[in-house]
């Protein structure tokens, strides 16, 4: 079966630090892979999606980038974080294209 | 105007009830219907997909399509204290758009012993 993992769980930063998130998908190959993000009682906002390795596409002009440096590897990074960064990450994956699985997601606060 | 209109309640039923929630869109392009589940501080659950207009049943879960009026609907039979969560409708349009989801901003259900 298929597993997708997200680390970390929990993160506070500081603005202007650099960040880093990751996820992982297991038991699938070439899914597509999706960042999201989810402020405070909001829905979520498609950050980049991916079809393949080093593709990448960008939804939303912003602070943040996205590389997939292996098949089920995806990361969002920031060179310097903004206070309107915090909020919950979440990737997901999918293989029939509208069906897509979430990840536990990362809760960020830019402090 | 947001492409996908959801009431964010919050939305209190006794156990037992009938739950009906419901979303609005205006992109007529899109062809796929989906509605997730999402506990406090989790990600969300993909509960059920259905494609263009009719109904759809998994258990106490039917979900509505209803393309010419650009509703949607899910409703819960016989709701239970677990179905408590938020409830996040999304769409996406066929073709190329790679399955790239606009979600709703999700109603919040309480369901009461």
């Known amino acids: 079966s298929q597993t997708i993992h997200q680390w970390p769980a929990t993160l506070v930063q500081p603005v202007g630090s650099p960040l880093s998130l990751e996820c992982t998908v297991e038991?699938?190959?070439?899914?597509?892979l999706y960042w999201y993000r989810q402020a405070a009682g909001r829905g979520l906002q498609l950050l980049f999606y991916?079809?393949?390795?080093?593709?990448i596409s960008s939804e939303v002009p912003q602070n943040l980038s996205a590389s997939r440096p292996q098949d089920r590897q995806f990361i969002l990074s920031s060179k310097k974080l903004l206070l309107s960064d915090s909020g919950f990450y979440l990737c997901?994956?999918?293989?029939?294209?509208?069906?897509?699985?979430f990840g536990p997601g990362t809760r960020l606060t830019v402090t | 105007q947001k492409e996908v209109e959801q009431d964010p309640g919050p939305l209190s039923v006794p156990e037992g009830a009938i739950v009906s929630l419901n979303c609005t869109y205006s992109?007529?392009?899109?062809?796929?219907f989906m509605w997730y589940r999402q506990y406090s501080r989790k990600g969300p659950e993909l509960l059920m997909y259905?494609?263009?207009?009719g109904n759809k049943e998994d258990g106490r879960f039917t979900a509505q399509v209803d393309k010419s009026s650009k509703y949607i609907s899910l409703f819960i039979r016989d709701s239970q204290p677990s179905d408590s969560a938020t409830y996040l409708c999304?769409?996406?349009?066929?073709?190329?758009?790679?399955?790239?989801?606009?979600f709703g901003q999700g109603t919040i259900l309480t369901v009461h012993p």
């Open positions: 997901a994956w999918s293989v029939i294209i509208h069906e897509q699985y």
């Open positions: 038991g699938t190959s070439n899914p597509n």
């Open positions: 991916s079809v393949g390795i080093g593709q």
């Open positions: 992109n007529s392009a899109f062809q796929y």
């Open positions: 259905t494609y263009s207009s």
């Open positions: 999304a769409m996406s349009a066929g073709g190329t758009s790679y399955g790239k989801l606009t």
